[in-house]
């Protein structure tokens, strides 16, 4: 029988930040993603994890922290996004952030640091990324983009989903869109900037594996879906340039990580990461 346990928050007079991880059979991972949250020096925090039936070690896993746990439950969903939507609706907080499967904080004080620069509930927070694709690491953005800077940056690209901190006025009302298979997170991302505003806080806020299903490109299957969901986005969002600079990118990518030997493609990634 799955175990839902909901807890209140203790402290009022801070920002609660919901943090929602969503696994599946992330037995070799999660451990060290739930030890990532419950190390963090911030306290107002409430804890849900959204697990999609796993059928490895994955709940034994969940169970050992329970008891630090506001809400889990494993039950069969329709995907990732599935998951991201039932993990929003059980949400509370004033902000909420998504640190799925294999995602950690970077440092222990990761949360604080973004709470000490939230100074308006209604905006988008967002900070830096470590990211790493097992052969070399580098941070995103880039150190050249800074608060100065960022809007030139967003221009041309999104803040890692792991980094963005939404509002409870837009995550309350705005859902993932399951007609996207790989590409609900930047649709996501774009209506949330659209429609909040941003601040960026200049801090590296986790370490991001680009091994995720709307990082991967490899498979022409796979490519596909991600051609096809990035263009409808992409259109939508900033127009048929945006879109096309964006196919452009998602080819290079999978020409250089299936054709060219990996070590070149580690570093060419960095260039179209940026």
Same mark, same amino acid.
């Given at each position: 029988?799955?175990?839902?346990?909901?807890?209140?928050?203790?402290?009022?007079?801070?920002?609660?930040?919901?943090?929602?991880?969503?696994?599946?059979?992330?037995?070799?991972?999660?451990?060290?993603?739930?030890?990532?949250?419950?190390?963090?020096?911030?306290?107002?925090?409430?804890?849900?994890?959204?697990?999609?039936?796993?059928?490895?070690?994955?709940?034994?896993?969940?169970?050992?922290?329970?008891?630090?746990?506001?809400?889990?439950?494993?039950?069969?969903?329709?995907?990732?996004?599935?998951?991201?939507?039932?993990?929003?609706?059980?949400?509370?907080?004033?902000?909420?952030?998504?640190?799925?499967?294999?995602?950690?904080?970077?440092?222990? $004080?990761?949360?604080? %640091?973004? @709470? #000490?620069?939230?100074?308006?509930?209604? !905006?988008?927070?967002?900070?830096?990324?470590? /990211?790493?694709?097992?052969?070399?690491?580098?941070?995103?953005?880039?150190?050249?983009?800074?608060?100065?800077?960022?809007?030139?940056?967003?221009?041309?690209?999104?803040?890692?989903?792991?980094?963005?901190?939404?509002?409870?006025?837009?995550?309350?009302?705005?859902?993932?869109?399951?007609?996207?298979?790989?590409?609900?997170?930047?649709?996501?991302?774009?209506?949330?900037?659209?429609?909040?505003?941003?601040?960026?806080?200049?801090?590296?806020?986790?370490?991001?594996?680009?091994?995720?299903?709307?990082?991967?490109?490899?498979?022409?299957? $796979?490519?596909?879906? %991600?051609? @096809? #969901?990035?263009?409808?986005?992409?259109? !939508?969002?900033?127009?048929?340039?945006?879109? /096309?600079?964006?196919?452009?990118?998602?080819?290079?990518?999978?020409?250089?990580?299936?054709?060219?030997?990996?070590?070149?493609?580690?570093?060419?990634?960095?260039?179209?990461?940026?």
């Amino acid at each position: 029988m799955d175990k839902k346990n909901l807890k209140n928050s203790i402290i009022d007079e801070q920002p609660l930040i919901s943090i929602v991880t969503v696994v599946y059979n992330g037995e070799e991972s999660v451990e060290e993603t739930i030890q990532s949250v419950f190390n963090q020096t911030y306290e107002n925090i409430e804890y849900i994890i959204i697990d999609g039936g796993s059928t490895d070690g994955t709940v034994d896993i969940i169970k050992k922290y329970e008891d630090n746990i506001n809400y889990w439950v494993s039950e069969k969903d329709s995907g990732i996004y599935d998951a991201m939507n039932k993990g929003s609706k059980i949400a509370t907080g004033d902000f909420i952030v998504f640190m799925n499967g294999g995602d950690k904080f970077f440092s222990l $004080n990761s949360i604080s %640091i973004v @709470k #000490d620069n939230m100074d308006n509930r209604n !905006k988008v927070y967002f900070a830096r990324a470590k /990211l790493d694709n097992n052969i070399d690491s580098w941070i995103y953005p880039s150190e050249k983009y800074n608060i100065k800077n960022m809007d030139i940056w967003l221009k041309n690209a999104l803040p890692n989903h792991q980094t963005m901190f939404f509002p409870k006025i837009f995550y309350k009302k705005v859902s993932y869109n399951l007609t996207y298979k790989i590409g609900s997170d930047s649709d996501y991302k774009f209506k949330a900037l659209d429609r909040c505003g941003y601040i960026f806080v200049d801090t590296i806020l986790c370490s991001f594996n680009l091994e995720g299903i709307s990082s991967k490109v490899d498979s022409i299957q $796979n490519l596909k879906q %991600i051609l @096809k #969901d990035s263009w409808s986005i992409t259109v !939508k969002h900033r127009g048929i340039k945006y879109a /096309l600079k964006r196919q452009i990118k998602i080819i290079i990518k999978y020409i250089l990580s299936n054709i060219i030997k990996q070590k070149f493609f580690s570093k060419f990634h960095k260039i179209i990461k940026g």
